[in-house]
């Protein structure tokens, strides 16, 4: 069996992604700081440890033939643009750590998990935003601390390939959710965020939405994500590749979206005090057609859906269980 790690095993994708590769016959190891939140890990092995540090690193890359490096400290809007300091130092040292022990234990191939938040934010200016295609991202102008630290890590990618000759895979996401990711506490991005808010929202309530709600963006279904990380872990591709969808859509029709699902008539209340972003943001896919022959093809009614209900079980098993704790 090829043996193969996932860091942050612990999160949102990583754990999708283990499930993924013990059902294709991989043996896997995880590692992160947390277990999954929300389901048990299939992994063959699971081991809590610290990535910032050199020796965990060196330690879980043992006997590994591949690496999807996941781990990151990492959230929605909210969260990326309020602790630059602290993102920025903690996934350097990860990254680097990780970077080194793949080059120390000899590892067969080397995945980094990019974002679509390297990109040159004066191109997202505007809500019909161009398509990002991946030769527009130098000259650099990324999203601080979390975007400047992914575009740094591309680059540490490819002088691994040149001098070093390990094999690295890099990918761009575009907002990824799904069912088991991250719904609250701070963390959440906007289809989990507007999924809860909708939710608990009576019907003919109000729900809250960060800026006027014209910002776009593009969303990436789970399924779709680990399908095409699978898919480029096993290409030989190895330059920065885009993985998102290209359906662009407001954020105000994402609440449309959820508001329909639920069954409910929501009205918007428009809050432009809080985190934004950048104004618009969407994924040219012509490269991932022509490398991998494949894209992302879940449509955000259809994803939408699964994620929804989930979030809506997880919130009416807390209030249950807040009700029986009340009672005890
Ligand atoms: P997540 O937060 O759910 O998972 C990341 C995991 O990394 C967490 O479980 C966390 O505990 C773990 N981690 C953080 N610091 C660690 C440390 N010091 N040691 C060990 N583990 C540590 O996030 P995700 O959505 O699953 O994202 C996975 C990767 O994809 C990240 O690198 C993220 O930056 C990247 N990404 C995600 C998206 C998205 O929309 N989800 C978009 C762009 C890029
Ligand atoms: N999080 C959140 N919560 N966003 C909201 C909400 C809300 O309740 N209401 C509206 N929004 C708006 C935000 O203001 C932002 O304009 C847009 O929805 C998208 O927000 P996020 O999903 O939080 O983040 P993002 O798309 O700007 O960036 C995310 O995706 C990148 C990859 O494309 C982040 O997760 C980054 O870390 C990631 O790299």
Same mark, same amino acid.
């Given at each position: 069996m090829k043996t193969v790690l996932v860091t942050g095993a612990g999160g949102f994708i990583g754990h999708h992604l283990v499930n993924f590769l013990v059902g294709r016959g991989y043996w896997v190891r995880g590692v992160d700081l947390?277990?999954?939140?929300y389901a048990a890990t299939a992994a063959h092995e699971f081991i809590r440890g610290d990535l910032r540090l050199h020796d965990t690193c060196q330690a879980v890359t043992q @006997?590994? $033939?591949?690496v999807y490096h996941l781990a990151a400290d990492m959230g929605g809007i909210g969260f990326i643009s309020g602790s630059h300091a602290e993102i920025t130092l903690n996934n350097t040292l990860i990254s680097a750590h990780m970077a080194k022990a793949a080059r120390d234990r000899g590892v067969g191939r080397f995945l980094f998990s990019s974002s679509?938040?390297?990109?040159?934010?004066?191109?997202?200016?505007?809500?019909?935003?161009t398509p990002l295609s991946?030769?527009?991202?130098?000259?650099a102008f990324p999203e601080e601390g979390y975007g400047l630290e992914k575009i740094y890590m591309e680059k540490l990618c490819q002088y691994m390939t040149e001098d070093w000759r390990i094999p690295t895979r890099v990918v761009r996401f575009h907002n990824v959710y799904g069912p088991?990711?991250?719904?609250?506490? @701070?963390? $959440?991005?906007a289809p989990a965020a507007i999924c809860r808010k909708v939710a608990l929202c009576p019907d003919g309530g109000e729900v809250e939405v960060w800026g006027d709600g014209l910002q776009t963006r593009s969303f990436m279904y789970i399924d779709d994500c680990v399908e095409g990380l699978f898919r480029l872990m096993q290409s030989e591709y190895s330059a920065p590749l885009n993985l998102g969808t290209d359906e662009m859509i407001s954020i105000n029709e994402l609440v449309d979206i959820a508001a329909e699902i639920s069954g409910k008539r929501v009205t918007k209340r428009h809050d432009t005090s809080k985190p934004q972003g950048v104004r618009g943001r969407n994924s040219d896919n012509t490269l991932i057609r022509q490398v991998l022959g494949w894209e992302p093809r879940i449509m955000i009614r259809e994803g939408l859906v699964p994620t929804y209900r989930w979030i809506e079980g997880e919130l009416a098993r807390s209030q249950d269980e807040g009700v029986l704790a009340a009672a005890e």
């Open positions: 947390k277990d999954p939140e @006997g590994m $033939e591949e679509a938040c390297i990109y040159p934010t004066n191109l997202q200016t505007s809500p019909d935003v991946e030769d527009m991202a130098w000259p088991l990711g991250t719904y609250k506490g @701070g963390r $959440e991005k």
